[in-house]
């Protein structure tokens, strides 16, 4: 069984930072992208970003380029989304996803393992 839990989502002011947490527990994904993904009511779930447990690649949606980073730690097998200049558009629920499957990393439908997400809110 796999377990994702996120954590540091809140309420911040338009240019201000968050940081996310996601732990992981219940098995290795060496080899296997981990994802974070955005939400918002009444919208598709959105890629922001990913990065391979192997050799730490990472990818990221245009909008979030240069203003998120994803990390992660091997050994306490945990995923980070470092959130800087943050707009209001950012606001969303926030989801780490796991892949365990496949080497695919940017749509909902590769990741077979999500976490119960973190509201992110971001006032003007």
Known sequence: QVQLVESGGGLVQAGGSLRLSCAAAGRTFRGYPM??????????????????????????TDSVKGRFTISRDVAKNMVYLQMNSLKPEDTAVYYCAANTKTTGWTTP????????????????
Request: glycine letters at 12%; a neutral charge.
């Open 35 to 60: 994802g974070w993904f955005r939400q918002v009511p009444g919208k598709e779930r959105e890629f922001v970003a990913a990065i391979r447990w192997s050799d730490g690649r990472t990818t990221y």
């Open 109 to 124: 439908h590769e990741y077979d393992y999500w976490g119960q997400g973190t509201q992110v809110t971001v006032s003007s």
